[in-house]
């Protein structure tokens, strides 16, 4: 079974930026990897998606053109660059793979077979 580690949370102030990694203990097949995120009280939401066969992506409207997913297949390895960050980013931000079928930015969590133990990120005004 994969297991999936991510690293790179942290805290920093608004307009900070902060990359995210995700490492797969091994190769599994996946239409598509993604980042989600889970604030406090709040359901967990799809941050970014990457298809990776051709590596065509999809932002959630909130961090478009602040957040960059992507994938370096040699290391098995999921990344998300987040710059600008807000303080309502504040989250537990997980990264997911094994989706058999992904539906663009309307790719939900269910979707996905593996998930990492999540890793915190606080931006502070």
């Known amino acids: 079974r994969v297991q999936l580690v991510e690293s790179g949370g942290g805290s920093v102030q608004a307009g900070g930026s902060l990359r995210l990694s995700c490492a797969a203990s091994?190769?599994?097949?996946?239409?598509?990897m993604g980042w989600f995120r889970q604030a406090p009280g709040k359901e967990r939401e799809g941050v970014a998606h990457i298809y990776t066969g051709g590596g065509t992506t999809y932002y959630a409207d909130s961090v478009e053109g602040r957040f960059t997913i992507s994938q370096d297949n040699a290391r098995n390895t999921l990344y998300l660059q987040m710059n600008s960050l807000e303080p309502e980013d504040t989250a537990m931000y997980y990264c997911?793979?094994?989706?058999?079928?992904?539906?663009?930015?309307?790719?939900?969590?269910?979707?996905?077979?593996?998930w990492g133990q999540g890793t915190q990120v606080t931006v502070s005004s």
């Open positions: 997911a793979t094994g989706a058999l079928e992904c539906t663009g930015r309307k790719t939900w969590s269910y979707q996905y077979n593996y």
């Open positions: 091994e190769y599994t097949y996946s239409y598509c």
